[in-house]
């Protein structure tokens, strides 16, 4: 490859720009100064009343409907790769099968669904944000595998019924709370151009955010499918490790053990997380994955909570039990991530649900082994990556390009220790909690943030301490929309006392101007394995708030 | 610590002998050429009549009874601490309760559980074998743990009503399938002298075999569950990762979480088996151990298999399939074990049962990679543990001492990514076998040999590729007693060419007149989480074989 990094860049930007229709860019995109909001009225403006239908229908109504065709996406950086030819096609085989059959492929019969590059589908390049992954396989050349190779999901997905039609971006490494890279540039947050859309799963958040999808699938291993969700006014479920098939994809630093990448949908609806976890679940990924375990989905764990929340008031012991932690006492969020939660609690107590203060173990231990997760093999894997063009890396992760020890087996296995000591000590924290509540019911469900602001701003992602714990403990974790900022009541708090440097640093990245009508969402946290509840509880929780 | 080695290892060696009463110690324990066999005729000859029939009746019918009082152990140099007094309090307690209450604890009310010297008992060393632990917890002095901090299991075995009475010996390091350290010496086979009982959970094997326990329990990271079941004539158990609780165990090598170890039963029959896994599973031990996954018991599993194995031969379909593998190709099995092999096979193929030939994917590359995870730490952890008093490793053990490369985190991040695309491949094998069967069934179940040999003669276990791919895999497995040696039967292959060095060593440790009378058992290996399942199998192919 004799290009410098930069041609190669630039022509894979022009290609993917050039797999958009020219009638379906948007040439004159305004200031951010004079259209910080591209959502809503303003997208709609671009489109006819029946595109308009259809791309404000969620998927599971989508399904009920078993609508087929082409979806407009529009440009805001997040697409690295769109296949609307492969889509059409793929969806009029789905209706000649409907046609022929007289009943749907699958129970995603004609849903788009859109992927993090990470998934590998036939005919399609998986770059993952990295200039030298172009023309290779995972950067590697002359494997057999380029563009043929699919990962298990993206099987499942086709066995569905489901239309696979665009690639979306990702920060390059995977390891940003933003998403930009050297390939498409910067993501942004539609709802709000001043904010980044959340990384790494940015182009699902901001794709789905601008209802250019009903739905798609992120990944997590620090926040990368709740961070998006929560900037973009979305749901997003970080299910637990071993519960949705990983097989096949592309990663970053593979083979790290202690905390894995888990992958989960983003969908502006509860009942569409539901539809698709329940539709991969029915494809018994166990047989499939080595990593899946045999849990299938489990209707009763789903009633439990359901009972729960139809039931009075009066009903003894009925109703649910909340854990608030405000904040974990390292970086304090910003007032509007403070009213979310206020809002939640309230509407909860109001609902005659328990909410018990949550008071766990050091937060501050647990994140002390998971960040070193991060930088076991000294970034090389990353490094690797960058040097096979020369690209440079984004001031975002630059700090892996400062790391040299590499961590021993001895040493890694210290880790893995503590961090089993630590999630032994919070499950036996989360079992106490029986003794909080009147009820003498465990906490159900911990609210918190996802974020320590309701989006990053550019280059201001400074702490994934309330993401991260989640990932170290293994939590099933689903992430609820619940408010837009609103800078006369969202504002500073005068004489604010930081608590270090890093606090402070957040702290002045909250400016009530600059992030007016952004999305505000929280985070509901459960036990290991629990996506069924969670599920159940988001969706009431996303009712009672109004979303 | 001041005194010797030597010293420690021979006081803490009295103590032991000390705490079994001097009446039931077996002064002239005739030579093995006398008295190769100690247990069955043998050993009753030392017990009264009702001994005798409380002795040789199964976990699952002393539950029926809910039987409580002291059992007798046998020198066999199988246990490291006993704790009878402790356990005739328990068993006291449990029958005020039974008196008071009028029902029992739990499910396992007053059954004795024996458990391998890796379980942390209120009141009770932990040596794990190794002379410098002796007054320690698990190596370090003044955690304020020694002798009062209780694994997990120790916890839910309690509350589930099982006496706990004894510890038993494992090798030090637990890294080896022979039993021996520096503290109690070597742990022979009951039923053969000159063998050796297996390990690592080779004193759990001795002592459920002598029936001095109608139930124990050990561990197995390569085998040490199931090379002493089938050393000594036992059904046991290799569970799936994260089935049953390891939390609060001692352990080798603990944190490498490449491929972990996990902890299961051995005893007598299936019904034991079960009985316990199924107690376990009903104390929820995802609420107390955060590495369990949420599965609890499934009847639904293994009734499909009890109406499998009872449908009659015409019913299409109806019939189980089993893989066989003969040899792995690397090291052949020796006469007794092929001898084994074949019966069950016969007996499957004359009940309806279809048996087809298991041709895996590499068996070799999937050992390579295991392997390796054993040395990640150049032996580091063991060698620590050693050189806290100076004993001397035995020869069995060694090669650890000779290790010196330490691996790197990326080093390890390249065996887990090989480890994972293997289990894929295999996986995927698996599924595969639908073809292979007449009915389109894939395989159930495949028999395998668990070692090469019915027992390992002392110093010469020189190959662990049989156990150990099933831990690589992951894999539920359980073996099944079949035969005893015949000397007459089971004659040396004339004209052998071994494959290799290796093999020829595996070869020529065989001698019909030296393994005349052992134990030969064969392991049954299902899917991962296939614990119900692969319990119904066992049972029936124990029925089958008569066992």
């Not at 490494?173 to 930009?180: C, D, F, I, N, P």
């Amino acid at each position: 490859m004799t290009s410098s990094w930069q041609d190669r860049a630039r022509q894979k930007r022009e290609a993917i720009l050039a797999a958009i229709p020219a009638e379906w860019v948007i040439k004159d995109l305004p200031s951010i100064e004079e259209q910080r909001d591209v959502t809503g009225e303003y997208i709609r403006g671009f489109l006819s009343e029946r595109e308009v239908e259809i791309t404000e229908t969620d998927a599971e109504k989508i399904v009920d409907k078993t609508t087929t065709g082409a979806w407009k996406a529009e440009e805001l950086h997040c697409l690295h790769e769109v296949f609307f030819d492969a889509a059409i096609e793929s969806a009029r085989s789905l209706d000649s099968y409907f046609a022929e059959q007289g009943k749907p492929v699958g129970p995603l019969h004609g849903l788009p669904v859109s992927l993090k590059d990470q998934f590998h589908v036939k005919g399609v390049e998986t770059s993952m944000g990295y200039v030298g992954w172009i023309g290779t396989f995972e950067g590697k050349v002359g494997t057999g595998k380029e563009k043929i190779f699919e990962s298990e999901m993206v099987r499942e997905l086709r066995n569905l019924g489901a239309v696979l039609y665009c690639k979306t971006s990702v920060p390059h490494t995977l390891m940003a709370g933003e998403t930009m890279n050297n390939i498409i540039g910067y993501t942004q947050n539609p709802k709000n151009r001043n904010l980044a859309a959340g990384g790494s799963s940015g182009g699902e958040g901001a794709l789905i955010g601008i209802k250019g999808s009903p739905i798609g699938f992120g990944t997590d291993i620090g926040g990368s499918i709740r961070i998006p969700a929560a900037f973009n006014g979305l749901y997003g479920i970080r299910p637990t490790t071993g519960r949705l098939p990983y097989e096949g994809m592309a990663n970053s630093m593979d083979g790290q053990n202690s905390i894995l990448s888990v992958v989960g949908p983003l969908a502006s609806t509860v009942g569409s997380l539901r539809l698709m976890t329940k539709a991969i679940l029915s494809q018994e990924p166990w047989l499939h994955d080595p990593m899946v375990h045999e849990i299938p989905w489990r209707d009763s764990h789903e009633q439990e909570i359901l009972k729960s929340v139809n039931s009075t008031g009066s009903s003894e012991g009925g109703k649910l039990c909340f854990g608030v932690m405000a904040t974990d006492g390292i970086v304090n969020p910003s007032p509007p991530i403070r009213r979310a939660i206020d809002i939640v609690v309230k509407a909860l107590c109001s609902h005659g649900h328990e909410v018990v203060e949550w008071t766990p173990p050091s937060h501050r231990a647990i994140l002390d082994e998971a960040f070193k997760t991060w930088d076991f093999d000294a970034g090389s894997d990353l490094k690797s990556s960058f040097a096979l063009s020369g690209e440079p890396m984004h001031p975002q992760v630059a700090s892996f390009s400062a790391l040299e020890k590499h961590y021993s087996a001895s040493e890694i296995s210290a880790v893995n220790v503590r961090l089993r000591n630590l999630k032994k000590e919070y499950l036996d924290y989360w079992n106490s909690t029986a003794k909080l509540s009147k009820s003498g019911r465990c906490v159900d469900a911990v609210i918190g943030p996802a974020a320590p602001w309701p989006a990053a701003r550019p280059q201001k992602y400074s702490y994934y301490g309330y993401s991260t714990w989640v990932n170290a403990l293994d939590y099933t974790s689903v992430v609820v929309p619940v408010t837009e900022v609103d800078k006369e009541i969202d504002v500073v708090d005068v004489g604010y006392k930081p608590l270090d440097e890093r606090d402070k640093k957040s702290y002045e990245s909250y400016d009530p101007s600059i992030y007016d009508g952004a999305h505000v969402g929280v985070q509901l946290v459960g036990r290991r394995f629990q996506e069924e509840k969670m599920l159940a509880i988001a969706e009431y929780v996303g009712k009672l708030v109004g979303k």
